[in-house]
């Protein structure tokens, strides 16, 4: 299995541009998740879907962001406009099913750099 | 409010030695518990969990120790080998078990010397 897959592996724009992420899950996998890396804040939780349906995107941080999983292969998560603090590792990862003991397996990430 | 706390940002041990590492939490309703390492440049990969019945799990040289009154758990990983040296994150989740409620520490980076 090819794993996670996301693109691109690094994304450098100017701030005001749009960006888009985009991640491929595991196959068979139903749920997916866009989690975001900062050095003061960790490994955050921005949005999960469960079977393509967003379930909860309370971590998505301002409504410059959306996420959107139009299939069970493919999601995408875009920032319109960018800013320099959106500057950080994405990370997208999926996992079998829905509980708490589920592992996740994760991409290798999307670093952003917002100039 | 962090919820998983991870109090040491790094940690450097000698090879063939013992590598502890600790986590703390504050929510009591928190029931399943998992470690992630994370080497430069890739996504975190699953090391190993326990539940909240169990007070300890093992796998291999690693094994995780769980104290539910202290709210700690820890990572031992023995011996510890050069290639252990990543980041390593602690996560808890529960309410039911909902993956959504799955909360980060914000890491530990071991450093293994030969």
């Known amino acids: 299995d090819a794993g996670v897959i996301q693109s691109p592996r690094h994304e450098v724009t100017e701030m005001g541009q749009e960006v888009t992420l985009r991640c491929k899950p595991i196959?068979?996998?139903?749920?997916l998740f866009w989690y975001r890396q900062t050095m003061m804040r960790g490994l955050e939780l921005l949005i999960y879907f469960n079977n393509n349906v967003p379930i909860d995107d309370s971590g998505m941080p301002e409504d410059r962001f959306s996420a959107k999983m139009p299939n069970a292969s493919f999601s995408t998560l875009k920032i319109q406009p960018s800013e320099p603090r959106d500057s950080a590792v994405y990370f997208c990862a999926s996992s079998l099913g829905w509980g708490g003991s589920e592992k996740l397996f994760f991409g290798s990430g999307t670093q952003l750099s917002v100039l | 409010d962090q919820q998983v706390k991870q109090n040491s940002p790094s940690l450097s041990v000698q090879e063939g030695r013992i590598s502890i590492l600790n986590c703390d939490y504050t929510n009591s309703m928190f029931d399943y518990f998992l470690w992630y390492k994370k080497y430069p440049a890739e996504g975190p990969t699953f090391l190993i969990s326990i539940s909240s019945i169990k007070d300890k799990n093992e796998d291999g040289r690693f094994t995780v120790f769980l104290n539910k009154s202290a709210k700690h758990l820890s990572l031992h990983i023995v011996p510890s080998q050069p290639g252990d040296s990543a980041v390593y994150f602690c996560a808890a989740s529960g309410n039911g078990g909902s993956q959504g409620n799955l909360i980060f520490g914000k890491g530990t980076k071991l450093s293994v010397k030969p």
């Open positions: 196959s068979g996998h139903n749920s």
